[in-house]
């Protein structure tokens, strides 16, 4: 019964800045730990960034320094700050949630442990 709506994606030159959101309606959405993935055509998805309940962030090591995820818990949205846009983080990129008691899991597991998805937003970087 979670839904999850993602916006922000465009077409944007590389150096460029995007901001993604993420809306999160059906269930409480602080017991859920939050995360942004990204898959490019022919690859796999692959984690970007996560936050949980406690605020606690986990980055991909190809976008630290360069991308910020923060969410605002009263509002129910998760959000994305892309900076230094490259073109290889060209890809759809989706949001997921998965109930947590504790921590997220960590990014290196994949998209496995997430249970709902958004239908995902464009970001191509030329």
């Known amino acids: 019964h979670v839904q999850l709506v993602e916006s922000g994606g465009d077409s944007v030159q590389a150096g460029g800045s995007l901001r993604l959101s993420c809306t999160f309606s059906g269930d409480t959405y602080s017991r859920y730990c939050m995360a942004w993935f990204r898959q490019a055509p022919g690859k796999e998805r692959e984690g970007v960034a996560s936050i949980d309940s406690h605020g606690s962030i986990m980055y991909a090591d190809g976008v630290k320094g360069r991308f910020t995820v923060s969410q605002d818990n009263g509002k129910n949205t998760l959000s994305l700050q892309m900076n230094s846009l490259k073109p290889e983080d060209t890809a759809m990129y989706y949001c997921?949630?998965?109930?947590?008691?504790?921590?997220?899991?960590?990014?290196?597991?994949?998209?496995?442990?997430?249970?709902?998805w958004g239908q995902g937003t464009q970001v191509t970087v030329s």
């Open positions: 997921a949630a998965d109930y947590s008691v504790g921590y997220c899991h960590p990014l290196l597991m994949g998209p496995e442990p997430y249970t709902y």
